[in-house]
């Protein structure tokens, strides 16, 4: 799941004058720039397009929404208290903003995306087995939501596991040019099964394949593999939305109709349809973008916070940043302090959050002892028009185009956040290019973050300068409060794929934080993630019509299925994107069983069932959140069972256990040679059946009949090993 930021030089580039000339200290970044590319479209080419340009966004009006839109010619599409999402004509923005009753418009760019073990490492496995085995909890009356790219609607992965019940219920897909009758903002949707199935694959299905992955991890059947997913039983609603990547697929005329508030409508759209069914929903979201600094996010928060509650919760990615340095701090007793940066590409960009005057030192080297320094002071940034500084500067007779901005930090006024883009003629760190920055001022407190790229030392140009660490990267709208957010962890090294290859892909081991995986805190100081779950080699489904436009890129392919003389692949795949929909398809699992949880009871079952593989560290951190999430552990504790001494949190591991009638039968890996207790308890904590097995057999029955309809816990004692441990089974009548 990974997003590089685009480059700042059109969101940072000098405002024009205008005839109505907006206030932009009401905008975000991404609605300044809407504004600037409105104006500089129109000036070059008025008659471009008849159809009128428009973005969708958050609205705050404080007093008569209905007439402020109209006036504007604007057309509400969601509100949620003062707060509205909005299709706004770009040539109404400027105006907008100037209206006495507006105090805020926001929109974000575009996001862009980021099993056969998973569920025996989180402990999903005893919570409903396998083929044939007892199944107390497996997302059944759930929804489980998933707002991703590259669907496959077709694979037999998201069919129930007789091949008879196809789950996935509704389908939005935004992108979608069946638009004649449809009454949405962007796209379309698909209600039934026959159309759902006709579509076949969301409009980007050919080139991405993402989303058919993510959905298998959180939801999938399995199929004919033993790849099968979380919350397998439960039902799903899909939203396709737009990256960065879809560009392809996007009308100019339409650019700005794709921001962070058309996937806030995309969230909204799962948990409507959940709500029309009177089921509980999560929300999986594999996505996510760079830090909120300038307030660009404040109106989404507040609005996931309003989305969320009882039976509704969202889920999304940490990110993959955690493998390279992106941030330095500097603190009032340095004179100076810096890095250098690195990326192959021309561009670069980097923001710094400062609480006093200060300059920033730019240096370009082919030597360590030939290079060339540019200082920009923070006075000349600010005393441009609009805080708006544009500069060609030749260093080493090559050309640098700067553009430094600067605005009040959103949660603290006090403090200045500067963003800079550069691009240049070389690629920054390859190629004999090195180049600099510095944060120079004595008392000034200062930190750097980098968008684009990464940062490190180079100690053959300047030993000096050695700012660099892989904090504060954890991506948008996982740090969201109301947001659930996934970290991923790491067990396989390697798997061998389809032709007999062994993939090495050692990304950490034994539970351990995966080493790309995001790290915290948030830019406000909040510990995130949340949570870990494996998301390092994970097998899951993947898109048919992506395997047939890209047939040779299938080396991390692991096996094929055929249904209905199609093939259908299985594919390994690394990332928080793969860890996002393991927690989302526990969730489901818990709400099926307490279809009630809110967000904050959902946080405090994993700070008080999470495992925590390092023992050296203080939970909750800024790697592990409060630890590696336990969906069986996690069930004891809502069911109140957690708290029966006589009742553990591990499983057997030699013994499978089969619902008959009334009748629970134990077959064993190996003959029973020591006695085996086996003590049954209800929900409510209470002992109500107990008996003790033996015999040299690899069968043993226990009469079950006696007992009521309902969900039980199976407590297993022997000194015969992998047979100690408890297990869920529901009596159905």
């Not at 991404?30 to 008659?47: D, L, N, S």
């Not at 397009?49 to 599409?77: G, I, N, Y």
């Not at 493998?323 to 603190?331: E, L, Q, R, T, V």
């Not at 969730?587 to 050296?616: C, M, Y």
């Amino acid at each position: 799941m990974k997003r590089i930021a685009l480059f700042l030089l059109g969101l940072l580039g000098a405002v024009m004058v205008m005839a109505q000339r907006a206030d932009y200290q009401k905008m975000s970044s991404w609605v300044r720039r809407a504004v600037k590319t409105q104006h500089t479209t129109r000036r070059q080419a008025p008659a471009l397009h008849q159809q009128t340009p428009s973005m969708c966004a958050f609205v705050r009006v404080s007093d008569d929404a209905d007439r402020v839109f109209e006036e504007h010619h604007c057309r509400k599409l969601a509100q949620f208290g003062d707060i509205y999402i909005a299709s706004i004509p770009l040539n109404q923005l400027s105006g907008l903003s100037l209206n006495r009753h507006v105090q805020r418009i926001e929109a974000g760019e575009r996001h862009t995306a980021l099993l056969d073990t998973t569920y025996i490492i989180n402990k999903v496995e005893p919570v409903y087995w396998g083929t044939g085995l007892p199944q107390a909890y497996t997302g059944k009356g759930v929804i489980v939501g998933v707002e991703d790219i590259g669907f496959d609607l077709t694979h037999p992965n998201f069919y129930d596991a007789t091949m008879e019940n196809y789950r996935i219920k509704r389908f939005w897909d935004q992108l979608s040019v069946d638009t004649l009758d449809s009454d949405l903002f962007v796209g379309a949707e698909y209600t039934t099964q026959e159309d759902i199935l006709r579509y076949a694959h969301s409009r980007d299905g050919l080139t991405q394949g993402h989303g058919t992955h993510t959905l298998g991890i959180a939801a999938g059947s399995g199929y004919d593999t033993p790849f099968r997913g979380i919350a397998y039983e439960s039902d799903i609603c899909l939203v396709s939305n737009a990256v960065t990547d879809d560009k392809e697929y996007i009308d100019s005329v339409n650019y700005y109709k794709y921001t962070s508030a058309t996937d806030a409508l995309g969230f909204k759209y799962i948990l409507d349809y959940a709500e029309s069914q009177g089921k509980p929903c999560v929300v999986s979201f594999s996505e996510g973008s760079h830090q909120d600094f300038s307030g660009d996010d404040q109106l989404l928060y507040e609005v996931l916070e309003q989305m969320v509650g009882p039976g509704r919760i969202i889920v999304a990615s940490a990110g993959n940043e955690g493998g390279s340095n992106s941030y330095f701090h500097k603190s009032p007793e340095q004179e100076s302090e810096g890095t250098f940066l690195r990326r192959y590409d021309r561009t670069y960009s980097f923001r710094v959050i400062a609480d006093k005057p200060m300059s920033l030192r730019f240096i370009s080297y082919a030597s360590a002892t030939r290079a060339d320094t540019l200082v920009v002071s923070s006075e000349r940034i600010l005393s441009a028009p609009d805080s708006l500084l544009n500069d060609t500067i030749d260093l080493l007779k090559k050309q640098h185009i700067f553009e430094i901005g600067a605005y009040p930090f959103s949660f603290d006024k006090s403090r200045m956040v500067y963003e800079v883009g550069i691009k240049s003629m070389g690629r920054f760190g390859y190629t004999g290019y090195f180049f600099s920055v510095e944060i120079v001022g004595e008392g000034v407190e200062a930190d750097f973050y980098s968008d684009t790229g990464s940062i490190r030392a180079e100690k053959d140009y300047n030993p000096a300068l050695t700012g660099g660490e892989n904090t504060h990267c954890v991506y948008s709208p996982g740090t969201a409060p109301a947001v659930i957010c996934v970290g991923a962890s790491a067990y396989r090294t390697g798997i061998v794929n389809h032709k007999g290859n062994y993939i090495n892909s050692n990304r950490g081991q034994n539970g351990e934080v995966a080493d790309y995986s995001s790290v915290g805190p948030t830019v406000d100081g909040r510990i995130k993630p949340d949570v870990l779950a494996n998301g390092t080699n994970v097998v899951s489904s993947y898109s048919s019509f992506y395997r047939e436009e890209h047939p040779t890129s299938d080396g991390w392919d692991i096996t094929y299925s055929t249904y209905q003389d199609r093939s259908y692949p299985w594919r390994i795949d690394i990332g928080t994107s793969m860890s996002t929909p393991v927690v989302s398809g526990i969730i489901a699992l818990w709400l099926q069983a307490r279809p009630d949880l809110t967000p904050d009871e959902i946080k405090d079952v994993i700070a008080q069932t999470s495992i925590r593989h390092d023992p050296t560290l203080d939970y909750p951190n800024n790697q592990y959140g409060w630890g590696e999430i336990d969906a069986y552990r996690g069930l004891l504790y809502l069911l109140g069972l957690s708290g029966i001494k006589e009742i553990t949190s591990d499983q057997p591991r030699k013994v499978q256990v089969i619902l008959q009638d009334d009748c629970m039968r134990l077959c064993f890996n190996e003959p029973l040679r020591q006695a085996l207790n086996v003590a049954i308890y209800g929900v409510g904590g209470s002992l109500v059946s107990r008996r003790q097995l033996t015999g040299g057999t690899a069968e043993q029955q226990v009469d079950i009949s006696v007992l009521p309809a309902g969900v039980y816990a199976v407590q297993l004692h022997s000194q015969q090993p992998g047979l100690t441990g408890s297990f869920l089974i529901r009596k159905s009548h």
